[in-house]
């Protein structure tokens, strides 16, 4: 049994206000929740889903561009892999079996489940020897000039993640956070770049769908106003919340949601 769509803005109310607790851009939660609640087709629950993302992505690129955490040379040079890498997937998207797609959904989300699972357990430990050798790695990096090596990491992982992001409806996040890793940012500007770069992914990818005829703007106007509406109520709600309690709450829930999204694409 699914859910009618006008049950959209209370669906994106709730995972608005749990995403502005934790932050994150949701993707990988409205595909899931659309396909698999709402029997929204494949291709429109990704593109929606990049729709739903420019927001958010927009909202945070604006703060810490101002915060100085964004490094243009690399958020570009991501990003132009991102362009081609968003245009490629939105086509395959078209073309490939929906079948083939939710099973390759599945498997992503199997992954990025087991891996919040193992990261979960070794966060404690390992966070601040993390922390310092990252420290250290961009300090042997500053002052390099731009090289060949640095070009091609950044066109790869940014063509990884334009794949993910036009396939999947995700942000791309995981190839685009290891891509600025891998050219020694500093962890703010990580989190800076990557938001800008994921922003002209959202971007161009709502632009390709909308060119292929799958993006169906009734349902983005419908989850939106529940995400936004969410996005508004969350932090004020958060100042309410023990940070401790939400903490021991989101992680698990978050994990059993992506693993119970991930078992659905397979049925």
């Known amino acids: 049994m699914h859910l009618p769509i006008y049950l959209l803005p209370v669906a994106g109310l709730v995972i608005g206000v749990l995403i502005s607790l934790i932050g994150g851009g949701g993707g990988i939660f409205y595909v899931g929740m659309l396909t698999g609640l709402f029997a929204i087709s494949m291709d429109q629950a990704v593109s929606v889903s990049l729709a739903t993302i420019i927001p958010t992505t927009l909202a945070a690129s604006i703060s810490h561009y101002r915060a100085k955490n ?54 404690q430990d390992k966070e601040e020897i993390s922390e310092n050798r990252q420290f250290e790695e961009v300090n042997a ?38 891509g600025l890793n891998s050219i020694g940012l500093s962890s703010l500007e990580v989190v800076g770049t990557s938001v800008m770069v994921l922003f002209f992914i959202a971007i161009t990818g709502v632009i390709t769908h909308s060119a292929f005829g799958t993006l169906n703007w009734l ?47 397979f049925f």
């Open 219 to 265: 349902l983005v106007i419908l989850l939106a106003s529940g995400t936004i509406t969410g996005a508004i109520f969350g932090p004020l709600l958060g100042q309410r919340i023990n940070k401790k309690t939400l903490e021991k709450f989101y992680g698990p829930f978050f994990i059993g949601l992506i693993l119970l999204m991930a078992i659905s694409m």
């Open 141 to 178: 990096n500053k002052g390099k000039p731009i090289s060949k090596l640095f070009i091609i990491k950044g066109l790869i992982f940014g063509v990884l993640g334009g794949l993910m992001s036009g396939m999947l409806g995700t942000s791309g996040t995981p190839p685009i956070l290891a």
């Open 70 to 123: 964004v490094k243009p040379k690399a958020g570009f040079l991501l990003a132009a892999g991102g362009i081609v890498g968003v245009v490629a997937g939105s086509y395959l998207v078209t073309i490939i079996p929906v079948k083939v797609l939710k099973i390759i959904f599945g498997i992503f989300l199997l992954i990025m489940g087991i891996g919040m699972i193992i990261s979960r357990k070794k966060k």
